[in-house]
Nanobody, 117 residues
Framework: QVQLVESGGGLVQPGGSLRLSCTVSGSIFSFGRMGWYRQAPGKQRELVVAETNGGRTNYADSVKGRFTISRDNAKNTLYLQMNSLKPEDAAVYYC???????????WGQGTQVTVSS
């Protein structure tokens, strides 16, 4: 069973940076598309950034220019570099993968990001 494990969350001051990691327990090539989502208290889970068919990426307007998704296939790891963090970025961040053949969704357990002075 493939698993996704997020790490890298924590407390950061406004304007600071964090890099989240999502490590795949099997092969990252099991997933054709991956992405990051977040859920703040009392709100629905929302897209942060997702890879699309054709190798493009789709960023939420609220994070464009501040967040960057990347992969290290050799390490089976997906990253989310978050810069210029704002209090409204605080949430639990989840990694999502869509399996290549079955299109089944896989989610990690989430990592908490807190942005506060």
């Amino acid at each position: 069973q493939v698993q996704l494990v997020e790490s890298g969350g924590g407390l950061v001051q406004p304007g600071g940076s964090l890099r989240l990691s999502c490590t795949v327990s099997g092969s990252i090539f099991s997933f054709g598309r991956m992405g990051w989502y977040r859920q703040a208290p009392g709100k629905q889970r929302e897209l942060v950034v997702a890879e699309t068919n054709g190798g493009r990426t789709n960023y939420a307007d609220s994070v464009k220019g501040r967040f960057t998704i990347s992969r290290d296939n050799a390490k089976n790891t997906l990253y989310l570099q978050m810069n210029s963090l704002k209090p409204e970025d605080a949430a639990v961040y989840y990694c999502r993968g869509v399996a290549v053949f079955s299109n089944d969704e896989y989610w990690g357990q989430g990592t908490q990001v807190t942005v506060s002075s």
